[in-house]
């Protein structure tokens, strides 16, 4: 009989405090939880329908009737031939092979002779950090500046060769599309060899000790033990500089506007200006879809393996 | 061959004096432990030896080969670091064959060389493992055999036994001892653990505020120590220590230790050292005491801890606090006024004022 | 690791030519700021580093003193766009901020949401302009087209994973033993919340508002968007200054970058020993 009472009395407390704890969980999660469901549910489906259809914002319909001008997949199919498109992916991609590795070699190199102590490090840190700070759309006006004809570039560049220089960085399209790779490595290179340094940082001191004393010389302990030890916060780096590196639109915009030409445009600036030039919007959304899916099953995919090799290794 | 000599060696960190004054000659072959509380200054002795840090004044000689400015990589030293600083990123072969690897060993000796050693140290079913995750013993052995791969001359081993449990350390100690006969390398081995030190080594060097107190054979340490500090450091309980006046009636010396009362006549080469009147400590070790109903000091019980096999029975209090060890079949009670005698040739007399050993050794 | 000399040479050789690169650019567009107008357009020999005659027209001229020189006045003065970055960015920040903490915080102690890590990295993955048609007609239809608090909203959302990650790896690394203790005395779970750990995690809270603060205001695409006349953004503002009369405002231009620039570099300064963990989703601590 007293036993009996005794636990009728001690379960529903225990039980309160889970319910509780979860209801409370619950709505702490719950904004973010609808944002999210906002900005990518809400969307996507719509994009969905609109990309059905041959809808522009000019045909003076409201969108949910873009039904009136059902296409079928007639915008994907024209994706698939659409020279514009394919070569603004490919010209990303370019951009991304070459200037994601030299960010990275670049960061390393700073990294590594940033991980003793010398005299001035805690300030030339900071002062090396500063271009990653700078408004990107500001990055752009800056470099667009520099690379003018009567610019700074080309006056340094007068100062090493002995005679005037006039070259025409923006108009050129091999030039351009240079100039602007430029101005994302000079952007970005401080924001790898901060994630770079902190990993490099982080090896245990003891350990380069044991390979010193074991005959180890300072390539053989690099290649041994810190970069290997490095792996994961090298890949983070890199998957993150690739990521925000295939989004690139602000800096370019300004300091080309995509071209001259298309030179410089990537796919950022395509779909822009197919948005807000041509306005075929309907034509836009398949884009869209065909890109977030993409990147999606590509993430997705990436982040599998990932865990699965944490898991196991 | 591979001596180690320590000539006055000293380091000064900034404004920190770590090391002053260091002499020291270790024998080829020889297991030297350096012994004492931390900061003391043994560490640092034994990294300047690896060549971790560079002296500040001083020298190192191994053999006759002045070490100064020989880079750690060339040294030819093994070390072992407390926390063992096994490459965990890489498999138990890959550890050992690290040394091998990186000095450019052929391919074929070098796994010859790895599997025999894994063969010796028992570690050759877990060659493929990774290194991480293992247990501490295997990783101790792992560190000793990736050291000794390398067949360096001198074994520097830095506290490897703080991060074990006390169950594995006895265990582990005869392990690191049988090891070292069966390498006959120069073994330097630091440690704040004076059982370790008294079990394991040929000589201790005892060491304390940068300083080197004493140097000696285990037993020679133990039994004569030079100073307060040594005597206190080593045994468990340490030395008892006890504040008197040297006093002499009939020509006997004796020491007169307030409230316990007089000590027994003094022996004689400590009776000529002990001028009346000088103010001395009067040591003797806790398992040197015998409870008589006769002659002895007088002290009050406070406190018996029976522990097993033994009995520490604490007495005294302030300047004549005592412990003693008998077994565990002693019949005291706290609270009882117990009779301590104490065999003469056990006493050892200290300079109150410089805690300096007086008269001569035994 | 003791070093040699020659290597201390490089050494410093290397950061210090590092150093001068990373500079040039900003210092350039402060000389071009401080630049009468001039100066705007030399080139070759006239070409200088420094302005020969130092001046404030430009500022002037962006808050509404029309300039002698210059023929065109601008229909508005930069104030109204600072204000709108400013709005913007804070009111986006604040929407950021609480989301992302509550939910950092339910999953870190609740285990609620596991699915937002892996939505909010998607989220980032996702290049903006893929989703920008929908949320345009979804925010003319909600009449947010051209507000600073349909601007806010957006940034808000999209920064919302900085704030998440960020105030999860800190609620994460913050010890139990304080809530409990107040949990054993009686307090409710939301009141743990609200008055114990929010308090002492001030520094942490400070840290990554000043981060998203950073990333809200440094956007560009996104106003562009969302933004047409009244409440465009600093950086929209901007790219569209321009004058058929005297070509590019180099100098007005390089002035309002100024402006637009300093708040997020110094900010970024003062919470540089954060940026690592912000910046790796939680995944490196510095």
């Known amino acids: ?313 | 061959m591979t001596a180690i000599h320590l000539e006055n060696l000293g380091k000064t960190f900034s404004s920190f004096t770590a090391l002053r004054n260091m002499n020291l000659e270790i024998a080829d072959g020889e297991f030297v432990a350096l012994l004492g509380p931390s900061g003391c200054g043994k560490s640092t002795t034994m990294n300047m030896i690896a060549g971790m840090i560079d002296p500040s004044e001083g020298a190192i000689r191994f053999g006759d080969r002045d070490m100064r400015g020989v880079p750690m990589s060339r040294r030819g030293v093994g070390f072992v670091f407390q926390n063992y600083a096994i490459f965990t990123h890489m498999t138990v072969y890959e550890n050992l064959a690290y040394g091998l690897r990186a000095t450019g060993v052929a391919k074929a000796e070098r796994d010859r060389r790895v599997r025999d050693m894994a063969e010796f140290l028992h570690l050759t079913p877990l060659l493929k493992k990774p290194a991480a995750g293992l247990s501490v013993n295997i990783l101790q052995r792992l560190a000793i055999g990736r050291s000794a791969i390398m067949e360096p001359a001198i074994f520097l081993l830095d506290e490897p036994l703080s991060n074990v449990d006390a169950a594995f350390r006895a265990v582990m100690r005869t392990e690191l001892k049988h090891l070292q006969r069966e390498f006959r390398q120069t073994m330097v081995y630091v440690t704040h653990d004076q059982l370790e030190a008294m079990t394991m080594a040929d000589r201790i060097a005892v060491m304390d505020h940068g300083k080197l107190l004493q140097v000696g054979t285990p037993i020679d340490v133990y039994n004569n120590p030079s100073s307060v500090f040594v005597a206190g450091f080593l045994g468990s309980p340490g030395m008892n220590l006890v504040k008197g006046k040297g006093v002499e009636s009939d020509g006997i010396k004796r020491v007169d230790l307030g409230e316990a009362g007089v000590s027994a006549p003094l022996p004689a080469h400590l009776s000529d050292s002990v001028p009346e009147g000088a103010s001395v400590f009067y040591g003797f070790r806790p398992e040197h005491c015998e409870l008589t109903d006769g002659e002895g000091l007088r002290l009050p019980v406070t406190f018996v801890e029976r522990i097993g096999a033994r009995t520490i029975v604490h007495m005294g209090s302030d300047g004549s606090a005592v412990k003693c060890v008998f077994d565990n079949r002693v019949p005291v009670r706290t609270g009882e006024v117990v009779s301590l005698a104490i065999d003469p040739s056990n006493v050892r007399l200290f300079n109150a004022e410089t805690g300096a050993a007086i008269g001569g050794a035994n | 690791m003791n070093r040699s000399m020659p290597f201390e040479i490089f050494r410093y050789a290397v950061i210090l030519s590092l150093v001068a690169l990373s500079l040039i650019p900003t210092l350039w567009m402060v000389s071009m700021a401080f630049k009468p107008i001039a100066e705007w357009s030399a080139t070759g020999a006239d070409l200088t580093w420094w302005p020969n005659s130092p001046t404030l027209d430009n500022f002037r001229f962006l808050f509404g003193e029309s300039n002698s020189d210059l023929i065109v006045a601008l229909d508005r003065t930069a104030g109204q766009p600072i204000l709108s970055s400013l709005l913007s960015a804070v009111f986006g920040t604040l929407i950021a901020m609480m989301a992302g903490t509550s939910a950092a915080y339910g999953l870190s102690r609740f285990g609620s949401g596991s699915n937002l890590p892996l939505a909010l990295i998607q989220l980032r993955i996702f290049p903006p302009m893929a989703v920008m048609i929908p949320v345009m007609i979804m925010w003319a239809f909600l009449g947010l087209i051209d507000t600073w608090y349909g601007l806010a909203l957006v940034y808000g959302i999209v920064t919302m994973p900085f704030a998440f990650w960020l105030m999860k790896t800190f609620f994460d690394d913050m010890p139990r033993e304080i809530e409990d203790a107040a949990l054993v005395e009686g307090c409710s779970r939301l009141r743990v919340f609200w008055k114990i750990t929010l308090p002492m995690m001030r520094p942490a809270l400070a840290s990554s508002a000043l981060f998203v603060f950073i990333l809200n205001w440094s956007d560009y695409l996104i106003a562009l968007l969302l933004t047409t006349r009244d409440w465009v953004t600093i950086p929209v503002y901007m790219a569209s200054l321009s004058s058929s009369m005297t070509g590019q405002l180099y100098g007005a231009k390089a002035a309002l970058g100024l402006i637009a620039a300093i708040p997020p570099v110094v900010l970024g300064i003062a919470i540089q020993k954060h940026l690592v963990r912000g910046l790796t989703f939680g995944a490196l601590k510095q």
Request: aromatic letters at 14%; proline letters at 5%.
């Open chain 1, 1 to 313: 009989m007293t036993a009996d009472i005794l636990e009728a009395k001690v379960e529903p407390i225990e039980h309160e405090d889970t319910r509780d704890s979860r209801r409370l969980g619950f709505s702490l999660t719950l904004p973010a939880q609808l944002l999210v469901l906002f900005i990518a549910v809400f969307p996507i489906l719509m994009q969905i329908y609109i990309s059905l259809t041959d809808w522009s914002p000019l045909d003076g319909i409201s969108w949910w009737q873009a039904h009136r001008l059902w296409n079928g997949f007639a915008n994907y199919t024209d994706l698939a031939a659409d020279d514009r498109f394919w070569s603004a992916l490919w010209r990303t991609v370019l951009v991304m092979a070459i200037c994601v590795p030299a960010e990275f070699l670049l960061g390393l190199g700073l990294a590594i002779l940033f991980v003793d102590n010398f005299p001035g490090r805690r300030f030339l840190y900071s002062v090396l950090l500063v271009p990653m700070m700078v408004v990107p759309a500001v990055a752009g006006y800056m470099f667009f500046m520099l690379f003018q004809s009567g610019g700074p570039v080309n006056d340094i560049l007068s100062f090493f060769y002995g005679a005037p220089v006039t070259i025409a960085w923006l108009s050129d399209p091999d030039l351009a599309f240079f100039a602007v790779i430029a101005s994302d490595i000079w952007q970005w290179t401080p924001l790898m060899f901060l994630i770079l340094l902190a990993g490099m940082v982080g090896v245990p001191e003891d350990q380069l000790r044991a390979a010193t004393l074991l005959g180890a010389s300072w390539t053989t302990r690099f290649r041994t033990i810190v970069l290997p030890r490095m792996k994961t916060i090298i890949i983070i780096a890199l998957a993150i500089r690739v990521i925000e590196n295939f989004k690139v639109f602000d800096n370019f915009y300004i300091m080309t506007g995509g071209g001259p030409g298309v030179a410089t445009e990537t796919i950022s600036i395509y779909i822009y200006k197919v948005t807000q030039q041509e306005l075929i919007w309907g034509y836009v959304a398949a884009v869209a879809l065909v890109i977030l899916i993409s990147l999606s099953v590509v993430s997705a995919f990436a982040i599998k393996r990932m865990s699965q090799s944490r898991e196991a290794g």
